[in-house]
């Protein structure tokens, strides 16, 4: 009998520690599709590794959490992502064609954490997607809107 109770909190653990791979943001993120193929301008961004500097909302910056820090890394192959939102990890597909650069989400673990670094977190992984165009200068990368409005900064890592 104790031996079946053992055998069955492994599962249980082992099911839930499974489950945290699932994308929480799936409902306002839209989606999770995996190109076939990459184009080639993807070789600008690609191997580059960022920090977050500037958030902006509603025309704003937003005041970041310094102990939960957001990065975003270009992998050197295939087109994807990965990075920290401050508490969890996310990973995805991007998208380059000219100055032209979009995420597609492909996993976000599903760490909880205190309030702040939780809005903040939700508030980042929103914006991505609304990420449209690029530039990229020196050390800094400026993530734009349909509108040409910078809504993220990051600073080379």
Known sequence: MRVRLVFLTVLVICLLTLSACANPFSSFLGGSSIASSVPSSTARLSGSSWVLTQLHTDGKVQTLVPTA??????QQSYGTYIGSSGCN???GVYFVSGGRLTFTFKSVTQVACVGP???QEVTYLNTMQHVRNYELS???LMLKDRNEE???VFTAA
Do not use: E, R, V
């Open 150 to 152: 910078a809504i993220l």
């Open 69 to 74: 820090p957001i990065t975003l890394q270009f």
């Open 117 to 119: 670094i939780m809005s």
């Open 89 to 91: 990890y996310y990973n």
């Open 138 to 140: 020196g050390h800094t």
